[in-house]
């Protein structure tokens, strides 16, 4: 099984939604998987312009000739794609954004209704691959992933595989190197990797690791207190 990885954090390898992802990804290489990451910050992407080129003269082909072109190539061959992303306004990055507004050629332009909604015609015919998000922000409160959430549930027609929301994830890089941090992310660590095995073996997180994800890993006023005190210094 191919899992492809977009990391679109800026800060690409040394971000906190790194740290996440590192480890989701490996559960999913423990489970057999092969795995690639793809760090989105790297990669020239064009704004998509709308002119629908890809649609109409050129079907499948975008009018821009940048990296797109290769990564669309990858995700054809994704069984499972994983976007990674830190919370910018309450939704994905902005390269995230020009990544997922470049997938247009992968759809014809026609639309069609499946059941009660309505989608356009996959261009290039192949089981749909399971979706797996995994943001983190510096807010407290997970409500603030709702319209990131949202967006996934509809793109992927309620299909989301997997969903790994860590908010108060302005420590999540420090973890790493600080003992008394790690200490306190340990459990939800292994609980990312074990999420990472489940979607390789069952197709989706199981509830016992979903709980140990979902729960509160930092005092909220503890988590306040020092990160105002970073900005006010």
């Known amino acids: 099984m191919k899992v492809l990885a977009l990391n679109g954090s800026p800060r690409g390898e040394k971000g906190n939604t790194e740290v996440i992802l590192e480890n989701f990804l490996k559960g ?11 760090y989105l910050k790297d990669k020239k992407i064009n704004h998509c312009r709308g002119c629908f080129t890809c649609w109409t003269k050129t079907p499948g082909k975008c009018v821009y000739k940048d990296d797109m072109s290769e990564l669309l190539d990858k995700i054809k061959g994704a069984d499972v794609m994983v976007y990674a992303t830190p919370l910018y306004y309450f939704t994905v990055t902005g390269i995230m954004k020009d990544f997922m507004d470049r997938m247009l050629p992968m759809n014809k332009g026609e639309i069609v209704k499946k059941g009660e ?3 356009h015609i996959r261009r290039f015919k192949k089981e749909p691959v399971k979706t797996v998000l995994i943001s983190n922000c510096g807010f407290p409160g997970r409500y603030n992933f709702s319209g990131l959430l949202e967006t996934f549930k509809v793109m992927t027609k309620g299909n989301l595989a997997a969903a790994i929301l860590s908010d108060k994830g302005g420590v999540l890089a420090a973890s790493k190197d600080n003992d008394m941090l790690k200490k306190l992310y340990e459990p939800f660590f292994k609980a990312v990797e074990k999420a990472g095995e489940e979607v390789i073996k069952c197709g989706y997180v199981k509830d016992d690791t979903q709980a140990i994800l979902d729960r509160d890993v930092i005092d909220t006023e503890t988590y306040l207190k020092n990160a105002n005190k970073n900005w006010n210094e």
């Open 28 to 38: 999913c290489s423990k489970a057999g998987a092969d795995v690639e990451t793809i």
């Open 117 to 119: 909604k309505y989608s």
